[in-house]
């Protein structure tokens, strides 16, 4: 099983790092940029566990290690072991 993880600031908090990309973006001419938001995307390959067991766990690691619970949001999706 494969999950995917991705973690987000959460709303209000300051991300000098999407500013600094969005700034980036409009000095190459895309206007149109708005606003970034950085976040991080990971991919944990779990072995052989039950789905509601999966998502148990992942959730234990995103709150104790992934993620920074305080200023950030997590959520993750499971789905088939594929090759990535």
Known sequence: MR???YVTLK???LDPQGKAVCN???S???QEVEDVRLG???V???GNIRVEEAKKRLD???RRLLANTVIEDYRFELDEDKQI
Do not use: F
């Open 11 to 13: 709303n209000g908090v």
């Open 3 to 5: 999950a995917r993880v």
């Open 60 to 62: 234990e690691m995103c």
């Open 24 to 26: 980036s973006l409009h």
């Open 40 to 42: 991080k995307y990971m």
């Open 44 to 46: 944990v390959r779990l």
């Open 28 to 30: 190459l001419g895309y």
